[in-house]
Antibody, heavy 122, light 111 residues
Framework: EVQLVQSGAEVKKPGESLKISCKGSGYTFTTYWIGWVRQMPGKGLEWMGIIYPGDSDATYSPSFQGQVTISADKSISTAYLQWSSLKASDTAMYYC???????????????WGQGTTVTVSS | QSALTQPPSASGSPGQSVTISCTGTSSDVGVYNYVSWYQQHPGKAPKLMIYEVSKRPSGVPDRFSGSKSGNTASLTVSGLQAEDEADYYCNSYAGSNNWGVFGTGTKVTVL
């Protein structure tokens, strides 16, 4: 079964760092783009960035450039989303998703992780 | 890149049809046939329902169909069922440097 399994919920204080994960299984992890999507409480979906695990080529949405870092460790089939200094406004659900066609995200994202809730509060 | 525009809500009775619009620009929806649609139930991850404007992934009922005209794409749900009550989001490819933009989302209610 093809699946993405994300790390568990996090509760952090403003200014702290955080790295959440997304582990792929059931397919060749290195040949499918992975995307990260933010959903703030009660709000819509927002693209944060995408990464190709085969060569760790990452691209960020303008709104998130410089705010987060997307990476991947192909040896353990895991993609990451990290913050160096969290803000209260980073409180949200974060999803990872796999491109339906490995070589491009233009065909949609067909497998989604279960989501990781991040709460940032003092 | 601004979000694609969707109506906030849509509704229909069981068995009826509902159509959701997704309006973009000549830089995204209008120029690329890479519009996808996602269904999201409360507390759940999104699910791909339509890709490349009108194609359905395996397992998606044929009650769901997609189309596009100019800068506007549409998702139609025919024969509404209670389980179709959810939020729906469109997404369009917008070029190699702008791989995707989501719509604002539409809440579908089955009356």
């Amino acid at each position: 079964e093809v699946q993405l399994v994300q790390s568990g919920a996090e509760v952090k204080k403003p200014g702290e760092s955080l790295k959440i994960s997304c582990k792929g299984s059931g397919y060749t992890f290195t040949t499918y783009w992975i995307g990260w999507v933010r959903q703030m409480p009660g709000k819509g979906l927002e693209w944060m960035g995408i990464i190709y695990p085969g060569d760790s080529d990452a691209t960020y949405s303008p709104s998130f450039q410089g705010q987060v870092t997307i990476s991947a460790d192909k040896s353990i089939s895991t993609a990451y989303l990290q913050w160096s200094s969290l803000k209260a406004s980073d409180t949200a659900m974060y999803y990872c998703a796999r491109a339906a066609v490995g070589s491009s995200v233009r065909y949609g994202m067909d497998v989604w992780g279960q989501g990781t809730t991040v709460t940032v509060s003092s | 890149q601004s979000a694609l525009t969707q109506p906030p809500s849509a509704s229909g009775s069981p068995g009826q049809s509902v159509t959701i619009s997704c309006t973009g620009t000549s830089s995204d929806v209008g120029v690329y046939n890479y519009v996808s649609w996602y269904q999201q139930h409360p507390g759940k991850a999104p699910k791909l329902m339509i890709y490349e404007v009108s194609k359905r992934p395996s397992g998606v009922p044929d009650r769901f169909s997609g189309s596009k005209s100019g800068n506007t794409a549409s998702l139609t749900v025919s024969g509404l069922q209670a389980e179709d009550e959810a939020d729906y989001y469109c997404n369009s490819y917008a070029g190699s440097n702008n791989w995707g933009v989501f719509g604002t989302g539409t809440k579908v209610t089955v009356l």
